[in-house]
T-cell receptor, first 113, second 114 residues
């Protein structure tokens, strides 16, 4: 069965610090990979996605993620976080012909001003 | 706003009562999904439709749960004989049927069973 593991439950950073959130998945075939963000009081929003091609994908608000197939990883990065990046971040995978997304448990990011 | 909408946003009910939630997807999307999210967890898949056909159901979807999408547009999710364990956020998402399956989520319906 597919699964997604997010390494950190809660990350606390100061503004301008660099961010890397880990995500590993288990699935042997072709996958589509996503990062969603949920700002306080708002609904889930798509941050970025990977489905083929360049393994380094760029999303909104300066976020990027790198797909490393050999490590089954899709880590999220941002060089310099802002207070407004405070949110919960979810990694998700969709494999093969399945319609549904499998989500990780999420990582809560708190950015101190 | 042409995003996914859900109604109601909050529902408080007593154990044993039936509840029904509605989801209106983005108009050009033919796929519609239901997920459930509890505190400290990511969304968990319940079921999805392509047009009016229900294509997949999770084992989380017990016999007390039923979902419909009669005309391939809006969908309803009904929970019969609610239990306290049903308390959660119920999320709806929609997508087109392309290969990438990029899903757009609604604001959710928060259910509290007392």
């Amino acid at each position: 069965a597919q699964s997604v593991s997010q390494h950190n439950h809660h990350v606390i950073l100061s503004e301008a610090a660099s961010l890397e959130l880990g995500c590993n998945y288990s699935y042997g075939g072709t996958v589509n990979l996503f990062w969603y963000v949920q700002y306080p009081g708002q609904h889930l929003q798509l941050l970025l996605k990977y489905f083929s091609g360049d393994p380094l994908v760029k999303g909104i608000k300066g976020f990027e993620a790198e797909f490393i197939k050999s490590k089954f990883s899709f880590n999220l990065r941002k060089p310099s976080v802002q207070w407004s990046d405070t949110a919960e971040y979810f990694c998700a995978v969709n494999g093969g012909s399945q319609g549904n997304l499998i989500f990780g448990k999420g990582t809560k990011l708190s950015v101190k001003p | 706003d042409t995003g996914v909408s859900q109604d109601p946003r909050h529902k408080i009910t007593k154990r044993g009562q039936n509840v029904t939630f509605r989801c209106d997807p983005i108009s050009e999307h033919n796929r519609l999904y239901w997920y459930r999210q509890t505190l400290g967890q990511g969304p968990e898949f319940l079921t999805y439709f392509q047009n009016e056909a229900q294509l997949e159901k999770s084992r989380l979807l017990s016999d007390r749960f039923s979902a419909e999408r009669p005309k391939g547009s809006f969908s309803t999710l009904e929970i019969q004989r609610t239990e306290q364990g049903d308390s959660a956020m119920y999320l709806c998402a929609s997508s087109s049927s392309g290969r990438v399956n990029e899903q757009y989520f609604g604001p959710g319906t928060r259910l509290t069973v007392t």
